[in-house]
């Protein structure tokens, strides 16, 4: 069964001190490896698709990276701003629609 | 990208009534979907909206319970019939353009759902 899984669950960062968020999945045929941010109330707010092994993507402090086995998120120096859920998702060969992890919430204190 | 519109963006209904969500997009798009995300949780697809044919449902979600009408590319409602609290949830419209096959999906700010 095809699963997508995100760790931690929650992430408390100072601000200006890096992390990574992790998502693990099990896809047969991956056709892209989604990160969407969202904040509360809100719908998803597309970052990132990666599409093979070792592909990068960066946008501003975030940087997307993805192996056969896991994608990454890095943040660098985050900023108060960054707080919010970032959500992995996964489309194997045959669907259409994505496969979500239940995310990441990070929380940056200034 | 998809500029994707939803109404309402919240709303609060007794038990046993329905609600129509409607999904509005700036351009044609070939696929429409429908996502529910409850309290705490991440999102699940409820259905795929066929233009000019019938949804695609996932498993766990019927028709009779979600109805969806999709009459046109830029378009389309779901339905939450005969509503219970459990159906309190935040529903989500995303449109993929399926123009290639590696295609970008992109996600409606959501409706907010609460049933008393």
């Known amino acids: 069964e095809d699963q997508v899984t995100q760790s931690p669950e929650a992430l408390r960062l100072q601000e200006g001190e890096s992390s990574s968020l992790n998502c693990s999945y099990t896809?047969?045929?991956?056709?892209?490896l989604f990160w969407y941010r969202q904040d509360p109330g809100k719908g998803p707010e597309f970052l990132f698709t990666l599409y093979s092994a070792g592909e990068e993507k960066e946008k501003e402090r975030l940087k997307a990276t993805l192996t056969k086995k896991e994608s990454f998120l890095h943040i660098t120096a985050p900023k108060p701003e960054d707080s919010a859920t970032y959500l992995c998702?996964?489309?194997?060969?045959?669907?259409?629609?994505?496969?979500f992890g239940k995310g990441t919430t990070l929380s940056v204190s200034s | 990208s998809a500029v994707i519109s939803q109404k309402p963006s919240r709303d609060i209904c007794q038990r046993g009534t329905s609600l129509t969500i409607q999904c509005q997009v700036d351009s044609q798009v070939t696929m429409m979907f429908w996502y529910r995300q409850q309290p705490g949780q991440s999102l699940t697809l409820i259905a795929t909206?066929?233009?000019?044919?019938?949804?695609?449902?996932e498993s766990g979600f019927v028709i009779d319970k979600f109805p969806i009408s999709r009459p046109n590319l830029t378009f389309s409602t779901l339905t939450v019939s005969n509503m219970s609290p459990e159906d309190s949830s935040i529903y989500l419209c995303?449109?993929?353009?399926?123009?290639?096959?590696?295609?970008?999906?992109?996600f409606g700010p959501g409706t907010r759902l609460t049933v008393l």
């Open positions: 995303s449109v993929d353009d399926g123009t290639n096959y590696y295609n970008e999906q992109f």
């Open positions: 896809v047969s045929g991956l056709r892209g």
């Open positions: 909206a066929n233009q000019g044919s019938e949804a695609t449902y």
């Open positions: 998702a996964a489309r194997d060969q045959a669907g259409t629609a994505l496969i």
